[in-house]
């Protein structure tokens, strides 16, 4: 059964700092999603990450897949307050379209 | 390009009454997946639809159903409502065939079951 785990699960820094959210998942899978929800809000798609050694960028925000780990790491730089928010790294099952969701981790940048 | 489009977006029913939530892909997009989201669950999957046949389903009771017009947009509906009943019910689409197979959410139906 695919599983995904993220850690942590909260994360409280200070802006300017940088840090690293780490997603585990438990098989195989063709696919990786980063996504983005803020409080109440639906979901903002950040990257799609399909190959092993992938990486992508978006400001602050760097993603990075290892399909031989079964890990993916998204690197905030310099962290700003906007980047608050709940982050989900959704993985694909089979060829379809669903995902399976970790816990998310909720990030909390202080000034 | 519209993007995916949920009505309605808020709900209040009670307990014992059905309801049917509509999701509109994006144009172009065939592939229309629902989920839910809870405090205690997180996200979990409901099912796909893809070209009007349900392609994939979850883990959820009977009550929870689905389909998908020939034009891609999607209805989910729910019978006989519990209190546990109450989310946010997300729907994606996507474009299945070529790359990257991007999912993009609507902003989902906040329903309450009192």
């Known amino acids: 059964e695919l599983k995904v785990e993220q850690n942590p699960l909260f994360l409280s820094m200070q802006e300017g700092k940088n840090y690293t959210i780490y997603c585990n998942y438990s098989t195989t899978s063709d696919r990786l999603y980063w996504y983005r929800q803020d409080p109440g809000k639906s979901l903002e798609s950040l990257f799609v990450?399909?190959?092993?050694?992938a990486v992508k960028q978006e400001g602050r925000l760097m993603a990075s897949l290892d399909t031989k780990a079964r890990l993916s790491t998204l690197h905030i730089t310099a962290a700003v307050h906007d980047l608050s928010a709940t982050y989900f790294c959704p993985v694909r099952s089979g060829n379809t379209g669903k995902l399976i969701f970790g816990q998310g981790t909720t990030l909390q940048v202080k000034p | 390009k519209a993007g995916v489009t949920q009505t309605p977006r808020y709900l209040i029913k009670t307990r014992g009454q059905q309801v049917t939530l509509s999701c509109s892909p994006i144009?172009?997009?065939?592939?229309v997946s629902w989920y839910q989201q809870t405090p205690g669950q997180g996200l979990q999957f409901l099912f796909e639809y893809f070209s009007e046949t349900q392609r994939n389903k979850g883990n959820f009771p009977g009550r929870f159903s689905g389909r998908q017009f020939s034009n891609s947009r999607s209805e989910m509906n729910v019978s006989t409502l519990e209190l546990g009943d109450s989310a946010l019910y997300l729907c994606?689409?996507?474009?299945?065939?070529?790359?990257?197979?991007?999912?993009?959410f609507g902003p989902g139906t906040r329903l309450t079951v009192l």
């Open positions: 990450l399909l190959s092993n050694g």
């Open positions: 144009s172009g997009h065939r592939s």
């Open positions: 994606a689409s996507s474009s299945p065939g070529g790359a990257p197979n991007e999912q993009f």
